[in-house]
């Protein structure tokens, strides 16, 4: 059985990227691998943790009724979101990545974020960049 | 019938962004257009046009024997690559749009090409993007 991993943050752009992982999950018979990644350390608070934990508690309820075989990983190891996207895809012999980008907005500045870029520049396995919803 | 789109350079990201959207094509039974852009000009003179006539005949061959239904489109309308793939995506209504990356060297600079870059941020569908062997 293939899997798909995809990076989760709670936004617009995680939950587009979340919701066409499931539709890619289900096309291919794929599990789904769901990586919501902190750097932690001072930014990352008591109150952080469990905001956080509300979020993906919500992830898991909806990956249920999906039916897809799902696993929620939330890592806080001191690594930037981009390589810890990158080192479970390796580990786990991803298919493919998911990650979600922001809508440019009309006088936006040319330029992706940083670990998008990361992302897509260094993962082994292709990268399917999903735009938030309009 | 889905359609993808796939952006075409004589190049092994090319060959690699080919590659994979045949596979996505059979997988979805979807058709395939393959889309060949020059921003045409000075820089883009008869030999060119002779040599790429002839690469693209290859892609025709080998899109024959793949069993996929493909359209192999070669535009020189002055626009650039990025836009062309844009607005060929968005005219037909892609699923979405493949594109090639090379692979960064061990000392390769950060720094995404900037037709990929604005293929991801302008496209309103979703791009897979594929590293070219390694």
């Known amino acids: 059985m293939g899997t798909i991993v995809v990076g989760y943050v709670p936004k617009p752009e995680g939950h587009a990227a979340l919701a066409r992982a ?75 990545i998911v990650i979600g980008l922001r809508r440019r907005s009309p006088v936006g500045k040319l330029i992706l974020g940083s670990n998008a870029q990361r992302v897509l520049l260094d993962a082994t396995c292709p990268v399917l960049a999903v735009k938030a919803e309009g």
């Open 22 to 96: 499931v539709e890619e999950a289900k096309l291919r018979g794929a599990q789904l691998v769901v990586v919501n990644s902190h750097r932690g350390g001072r930014d990352f608070d008591d109150e952080d943790a469990v905001k956080t934990e509300e979020q993906l508690a919500e992830v898991r309820s909806r990956l249920a009724d999906s039916g897809v075989e799902a696993e929620v990983r939330q890592l806080v190891r001191g690594m930037d979101p981009a390589d810890d996207l990158i080192k479970v895809a390796d580990e786990i012999g991803a298919e493919f």
